[in-house]
């Protein structure tokens, strides 16, 4: 088994579909997260269509930091701290002065149901343009939920679940 690069997987979809849109997940923290950067965005900059098609995300408020300060043209996800500063005040309802500026809110399904209130949530994120995305979601009943609440994004493992989910909405 060979392990493809980001630079051969952004190569072959650069090509042959531009259009798709990417989540890239920095796992490291620490110096390991930044040289992740770094090389993410040196790679990222031989593709320029992407710089606005891909999200970086990472669960390091460092690391998000690091994307924010660093690679200011990065679309990123939120890191868990910036995330749960976002959420919690939108379920409070004192999201008046938030100012959030990541491109892309990544919530896992992992802690429970998800809350009857997440349309809400999506709404306000939507207006401020940050797209919403949910983890790993592998029961159908679950990703038609989160597609009538108006989710931007399903991660699962079982896509071709997913697919015949979808084939109801087209």
């Known amino acids: 088994m060979q392990i493809a690069t980001a630079d051969q997987l952004f190569a072959e979809f650069y090509e042959n579909n531009p259009e798709l849109l990417f989540i890239v997940g920095i796992k490291n923290d620490g110096e390991a997260g930044r040289e992740t950067c770094r090389i993410l965005y040196e790679t990222l900059r031989q593709y320029p269509g992407y710089l606005d098609r891909i999200v970086i995300g990472t669960f390091h408020d460092e690391i998000e930091e690091e994307l924010k300060t660093s690679y200011p043209d990065l679309l990123r996800g939120a890191s868990m701290g910036t995330a749960t500063n976002f959420i919690v005040p939108q379920y409070l309802g004192v999201n008046l002065f938030n100012q959030s500026d990541f491109a892309g809110l990544q919530i896992p399904t992992s802690f429970g149901k998800i809350p009857p209130d ?52 087209r």
């Open 118 to 169: 997440s349309k809400g949530l999506i709404d306000r994120a939507h207006r401020r343009n940050i797209a919403v995305q949910y983890w790993t979601i592998n029961d159908a009943g679950e990703m038609r939920h989160l597609i009538e609440l108006g989710c931007d994004c399903i991660m699962t493992d079982d896509l071709e679940l997913l697919e015949e989910v979808l084939k109801e909405y």
